[in-house]
């Protein structure tokens, strides 16, 4: 088993790693991760981006989001969580199952005093509650499996991050499953630090066997830094394969309802409709016409806006108001 800890905080980086590790280093080895994020949403592969985060709270927080590549729900990264990775070869009579992969994390707190327990498809918890999800990736008899932590993460950003704004979607992309949670800390009674646990958890990973660190080389960082700038740090990842859905939403203002209707494909507006009790001299559909195409994305919506002086459409409203619709 090949140790490899990141020192970086990035998101994109740390996904882009993962798959530079799990499609390019040598599959005769086994290799296990130790990584953190900045504040960060991590979602499934097959969830629709929009539907799973609060963008104005990721906006005003400066939250990346990033789509990672196995499935399951989304999922909230701070300084107060740690995240693992295993990555595999499978082999004959080898058991892929979560639980093989979580129990080290399991053991690793019982060492510790504390209890924990696997439980349901995926999810680790204490007295209940989870502290722990984990998700699978598997590519031609080889496996990823990563986990995300929650040693003392910051539960209000948690709920907040993850709560969907108040526009009502409907889709076929996988929702995630809100669950009681909690984290590590809270549920002991004496004080557990991400250093103390990461500590732990390589002691039960890698204790029984021989340590071997991994430094990645320049080589490495110049591939995994360019799949993080082409990859994962792009709108058309994170957001583009959100499949296709239909956004609503509305909102009471002092000139009257507004209400947007709107078709979307991979992010794109395929089709808008805009209507309220609202008075205008323009044609309302050249607002509409001129939002179909662009990406769901309230700046874009801003500056189109601005640009057709959507007063004069929407008699009191402003660019920012439109903007907030689309949000």
Same mark, same amino acid.
């Given at each position: 088993?090949?140790?490899?800890?990141s020192d970086s905080?990035?998101?994109?980086?740390?996904?882009?790693?993962?798959?530079?590790?799990?499609?390019? +280093?040598? /599959?005769?080895?086994?290799?296990? +991760?130790?990584?953190?994020?900045?504040?960060?949403? @991590?979602? #499934?592969?097959?969830?629709?981006?929009?539907?799973?985060?609060? !963008?104005?709270? $990721?906006?005003?927080?400066?939250?990346?989001? @990033? /789509?990672?590549?196995?499935? #399951?729900?989304?999922?909230?990264?701070?300084? %107060?969580?740690?995240?693992?990775?295993?990555?595999?070869?499978?082999?004959?009579?080898?058991?892929?199952?979560?639980?093989?992969?979580?129990?080290?994390?399991?053991? =690793?707190?019982?060492? +510790?005093?504390?209890?924990?327990?696997?439980?349901?498809?995926?999810?680790?918890?204490?007295?209940?509650?989870?502290? *722990?999800?984990?998700?699978?990736?598997?590519? !031609?008899?080889?496996?990823? &499996?990563?986990?995300?932590?929650?040693?003392?993460?910051?539960?209000?950003?948690?709920?907040?991050?993850?709560?969907?704004?108040?526009?009502?979607?409907?889709?076929?992309?996988?929702?995630? $499953?809100? *669950? /009681?949670?909690?984290?590590? *800390? =809270? !549920?002991?009674?004496?004080?557990?630090? @991400?250093?103390?646990?990461?500590?732990?958890?390589?002691?039960?990973?890698?204790?029984?066997?021989?340590?071997?660190?991994?430094?990645?080389?320049?080589?490495?960082?110049?591939?995994?830094?360019?799949?993080?700038?082409?990859?994962?740090?792009?709108?058309?990842?994170?957001? %583009?394969?959100?499949?296709?859905y239909n956004y609503?939403? &509305? &909102? /009471?203002?002092?000139?009257?309802?507004?209400?947007?209707?709107?078709? $979307?494909?991979?992010? $794109?507006? !395929?089709?808008? *409709?805009?209507?309220?009790?609202?008075?205008? =001299?323009?044609?309302i559909t050249d607002?509409?016409?001129?939002?179909? #195409?662009?990406?769901?994305?309230?700046?874009? =919506?801003? &500056?189109?806006?601005?640009?057709?002086?959507? #007063?004069?459409?929407?008699?009191?409203?402003?660019?920012?108001? +439109?903007?907030?619709?689309?949000?």
């Amino acid at each position: 088993m090949i140790y490899i800890e990141s020192d970086s905080k990035d998101p994109y980086f740390n996904l882009a790693l993962e798959e530079y590790v799990f499609e390019k +280093m040598d /599959r005769e080895q086994e290799y296990f +991760m130790l990584w953190q994020n900045d504040n960060t949403i @991590v979602v #499934g592969k097959y969830q629709n981006t929009a539907q799973e985060i609060n !963008q104005k709270f $990721v906006d005003d927080n400066d939250i990346r989001v @990033v /789509r990672r590549l196995s499935g #399951g729900g989304a999922v909230y990264h701070d300084r %107060g969580n740690l995240n693992f990775t295993f990555i595999v070869d499978q082999k004959k009579g080898f058991d892929f199952n979560f639980r093989r992969f979580a129990m080290p994390v399991v053991e =690793a707190l019982d060492s +510790m005093g504390i209890r924990a327990e696997f439980t349901g498809r995926n999810d680790l918890v204490i007295d209940g509650k989870k502290f *722990s999800g984990n998700s699978q990736y598997l590519k !031609q008899n080889r496996i990823m &499996h990563h986990g995300c932590i929650m040693i003392d993460s910051n539960l209000i950003d948690v709920a907040d991050a993850l709560k969907p704004k108040e526009a009502k979607f409907e889709s076929k992309s996988a929702k995630s $499953v809100r *669950s /009681r949670v909690t984290t590590i *800390s =809270a !549920q002991s009674s004496f004080p557990v630090t @991400v250093e103390g646990f990461k500590k732990a958890l390589i002691r039960q990973v890698m204790g029984k066997e021989e340590k071997e660190n991994y430094s990645l080389t320049e080589e490495d960082l110049r591939e995994i830094r360019r799949l993080a700038k082409e990859k994962y740090s792009t709108w058309q990842w994170n957001y %583009g394969k959100s499949g296709n859905y239909n956004y609503y939403n &509305h &909102h /009471r203002y002092p000139f009257g309802s507004v209400e947007v209707n709107a078709q $979307v494909k991979d992010g $794109v507006i !395929q089709e808008i *409709s805009i209507s309220g009790d609202f008075f205008g =001299a323009g044609e309302i559909t050249d607002v509409e016409k001129a939002l179909e #195409g662009i990406r769901i994305d309230e700046n874009l =919506a801003f &500056h189109i806006a601005k640009r057709m002086d959507i #007063g004069s459409y929407i008699r009191g409203m402003t660019p920012e108001d +439109m903007q907030k619709l689309l949000r």
